[in-house]
């Protein structure tokens, strides 16, 4: 049987280097790489996924220019999560996070509305998705790796 994984991320290098880890587990997988919340969306819809890895904070835009902070969503990724939750579209899921904690600008862009922990991140996922939310991993220069590799094998166990 083959495991099916979408990365949902905006960033090229951080994608590869998550799928280069998930690719260690030698497992028979599919991977698939989505840079745009767009891309992922039609991706989940059209095919029939048995995890995803997430990125939080996500271009936006249509094309998904990273460059362009403008079209840059603090919290893209969990909206996305939401969306796809609304729509029965849910899936097994890993958050990869390379920030400790979310700020959110007000409409006018010149406040911040809200804030977001890490912890407070791990319980809106969880509240979410049940049992569905395998984890977040803090994307770092050391650690992060070993603790990805672990929640996808955990996660290809089932």
């Excluded at 998705?129 to 929640?151: C, E, M, S």
């Amino acid at each position: 049987m083959c495991f099916r994984i979408i990365i949902v991320e905006d960033n090229h290098e951080k994608a590869l280097q998550v799928q280069t880890v998930i690719e260690k587990t030698e497992l028979n997988l599919e991977i698939e790489v989505s840079p745009t919340l767009t891309e992922a969306e039609d991706a989940i819809r059209k095919g029939s996924f048995d995890l995803m890895v997430l990125d939080i904070s996500m271009d936006i835009s249509e094309g998904g220019n990273e460059f362009f902070s403008d079209n840059h969503d603090m919290l893209g990724g969990l909206r996305f999560a939401k969306e796809l939750f609304l729509n029965a579209l849910e899936l097994p899921t890993i958050v990869v996070t390379a920030h400790e904690s979310f700020l959110e600008k007000s409409a006018n862009k010149a406040q911040v509305s809200s804030f977001m922990s890490i912890s407070d991140l791990k319980n809106e996922f969880s509240d979410l998705l049940g049992d569905l939310f395998l984890g977040v991993v803090r994307y770092q220069k050391t650690g992060w790796d070993a603790q990805l590799f672990t929640l996808v094998s955990e996660a290809t166990d089932i």
